[in-house]
């Protein structure tokens, strides 16, 4: 029997070699069993970053995550599902599709995460709602399965417990946007989940986790194949994340966006990104008949108004009060939510259209205002974030106002720079694309376009 070391193990990788599964299975084995110094993990994970991952050994990696814990069992007649986003700048999909999906028969048991570098976390998005319970009993989630139809929270008990650990170390080790290490984090704790069928959202562009769209499309097929070859339906969406998804970024702003989506008034590139996603789920799913089918079934949740019910239902369930509720349901979010001292106004400098909104400088601003962590343990601001009054493809004067800033006094005159400087404007019309193409297992990838007009 061969005895490893965390030292050897940890240089192998240093000088370049391929590690064997034994070797990545005994690192993973140490993190869960703390017997590995946290300096140790940060090393190798920027080991794995400078030195490069195989797929054979990103798929090893992936699995040794995922059994570090336990996988899910369900009831076998419920439909289970889920989705993911591998991380963007106003990135609020996931509320108002949890809000709509399980209004078709779906449990979604959703395990999500905090913020990671630039990009905002679902679960500290949620926490800035007065009375959210972001951490649930195993007796609690079976019940919400049952009964509700969706849960949210964060990694608990013993499910991919590794991850746990190097999710945390990554966001402050510049090792987030490593491609087969967000795989293997994203894959271990879905797979785990015990679901039948997945949608990824793979972001491409300056604010993704990925540094070209063919390192995001590699992203994505790896997720894919890992899915389908542990047999999970798996789908991944290639979207565009150089400009942030809606008007709003910053924890209680996008909670506000998400609800007015449900109540049939969000963006347009929102919508689109919701529908699609779910759609998906529907279609692949046996529930619509195509895509476009499944698209449509998604808004109409939307203008009747029933996901708006769900939602607040999910809210409800996780110690939300009813009072809070009702006063989400009514608009009345100013008595909901925490409110900044200041709102700056950055205005335009001169006539024309938006050629681009620059997500990841905004992205980072917001988290520089308090939005979102520097070091682990940061303390979030939810009140802090910006508010966008125009976007890219938008005609305007020079004067106009462009977005708000709203902060508790961090905004110094080089940020606000930054921030206005996100804003590039010129001669051209250059509406967004949000939604690229799509990812399915043993077929090439598919213009988004071309695949619905098919299916």
Known sequence: MVILSVPEVLSKKRQGGELMDDKIEYFVECVCNKEIDRSQIGAMLMAFCLRGLSRKETVTLTKAMMNSGTVQQWDPSWKMVDKHSTGGVGDKVTFPLVAAVPLFGLKMPMVAGRGLGHTGGTADKLEAIPGFKISLTEEHMMRTLRDVGCYITTQFGNIAPADQTLYSIRDVTSTVCYAPLVCSSIMSKKLAEGIGSLVLDVKSGVASTTESHEQAEWLARMMVDIGHGMGVNTTAVLTEMHTPIGYTIGNSLEIIESLECMKGNGPADLNKIVAVQGGMLLYDGGIAETLEQGEEMILKT??????????????????????????????????????????????????????????????????????????????IDFAVGIKLLRTKGDKVENGDILAEVHHNGQLTTMLQTRIKEAFLIGENDAPIRRVLSIVKPNAPTVDYEVYRSQH
């Open 302 to 379: 939307f203008r009747n108004g029933t996901a708006l019910d769900k939602f607040l239902e999910i809210l409800g369930n996780q110690g939300v009060e009813k009072e809070t509720l009702e006063l989400l349901r009514t608009g009345k979010y100013e008595e909901v939510f925490a409110k900044p001292t200041y709102i700056q106004r950055i205005f335009a400098h001169q006539s024309g259209y938006i050629e681009k909104v620059d997500a990841m400088a905004l992205g980072t601003a917001t988290v520089l205002l308090g939005g979102g962590r520097q070091l682990a343990g940061d303390k």
